[in-house]
C-alpha cells in the first residue's frame, strides 16, 4: 500500500524558533492534507493542498504541495506553546473515501 | 460549532467479547469513517460508509467488523470477537461531500482496551 515517511520523527524546540518538517510518499496523491493533534484528542485539519507546486498559508502555517505529487512539507513560524502536538500529513487520491496518514512528527517545545 | 461526537471515550473488554462503538456525525454530512489508532502510530483507514453501505474498507476491516446507521443519526462500529491487537484509539469520521471535496472532521476517539 501507499506509505507516507515524515521527518524529523520528533522535534525540540525553544519558543519563537521555527519549524519545518517533511512529507514523502512512494507514490502520487491528488490532494495533500496537514493536520494535527493534540494528546487525547482526534486529528484536525490544518491546512489542504490540491494542486501540484500549490504553496498555502493559514496564520503562521505554511505548506506546500510537491511538484512531483509525492511530497509535502509544513513550516510553522515563530512557534508558541500551543503549537505542541502530533503533526501529521495524509494524502487522498480521486475514487477512493481513505486519507492516508504519515507516520507523525511529534513537536516538543522546551521552555 | 458542530462537532462529531464518540461514545464511550474508554472502552475496556476482556478478549472474546463482542464491543459497539457509538459515534454521531455531524448532521447535515453524507459521508462517515472509522479509522484507528495503535498507541503511538499512525492514523489507520478502516473504512468508509455512504448511502447507507460501505464504499471502501481496509484490509485491517475483516469479518471481525462491521458498521451501521441504525436510526440516521448514529454510526457504529461494532468488533464481533476482541483480540488483544485491537487495543486502540477509534476515531469516527464525517465529511459533507466526501473527502476529495470536503473537509473530514474527527471525533475525539474511543479508547479501547481489550484485556
Known amino acids: 500500500g501507499q506509505q507516507l515517511n515524515q521527518s524529523p520523527q520528533s522535534m525540540f524546540i525553544q519558543e519563537g524558533e521555527d519549524v519545518s518538517m517533511n512529507c514523502t510518499s512512494s507514490?502520487?496523491?491528488?490532494?495533500w492534507l496537514w493536520y494535527k493533534q493534540d494528546p487525547g484528542e482526534g486529528p484536525v485539519l490544518l491546512i489542504a493542498?490540491?494542486?501540484?507546486?500549490e504553496l498555502t498559508s493559514n496564520g503562521r502555517l505554511t505548506a506546500q504541495f510537491g511538484i512531483t505529487r509525492k511530497d509535502s512539507f509544513l513550516n510553522i513560524s515563530a512557534s508558541i506553546p500551543s503549537d505542541v502536538g502530533i503533526y501529521f500529513c495524509a494524502g487522498y487520491n480521486f475514487g477512493n473515501e481513505k486519507l492516508t496518514f504519515g507516520t507523525g512528527t511529534r513537536l516538543t517545545i522546551i521552555p | 460549532e458542530p462537532e462529531v461526537t464518540q461514545t464511550p471515550s474508554h472502552q475496556v473488554t476482556q478478549m472474546g467479547q463482542e464491543v459497539i462503538l457509538r459515534c454521531v456525525p455531524i448532521?447535515?454530512?453524507?459521508?462517515f469513517y472509522w479509522y484507528r489508532q495503535i498507541l503511538g502510530q499512525k492514523v489507520e483507514f478502516l473504512v468508509s460508509f455512504y448511502n447507507n453501505e460501505i464504499s471502501e474498507k481496509s484490509e485491517i476491516f475483516d469479518d471481525q467488523f462491521s458498521v451501521e446507521r441504525p436510526d440516521g443519526s448514529n454510526f457504529t462500529l461494532k468488533i464481533r470477537s476482541t483480540k488483544l491487537e485491537d487495543s486502540a484509539m477509534y476515531f469516527c469520521?464525517?465529511?459533507?461531500?466526501?473527502?476529495?471535496?470536503?473537509?473530514?472532521?474527527f471525533g475525539q476517539g474511543t479508547r479501547l482496551t481489550v484485556v
Open positions: 493542498l490540491y494542486k501540484a507546486g
Open positions: 448532521s447535515n454530512h453524507l459521508y
Open positions: 507514490s502520487i496523491f491528488n490532494t
Open positions: 469520521a464525517s465529511s459533507e461531500r466526501g473527502t476529495g471535496n470536503t473537509e473530514a472532521f
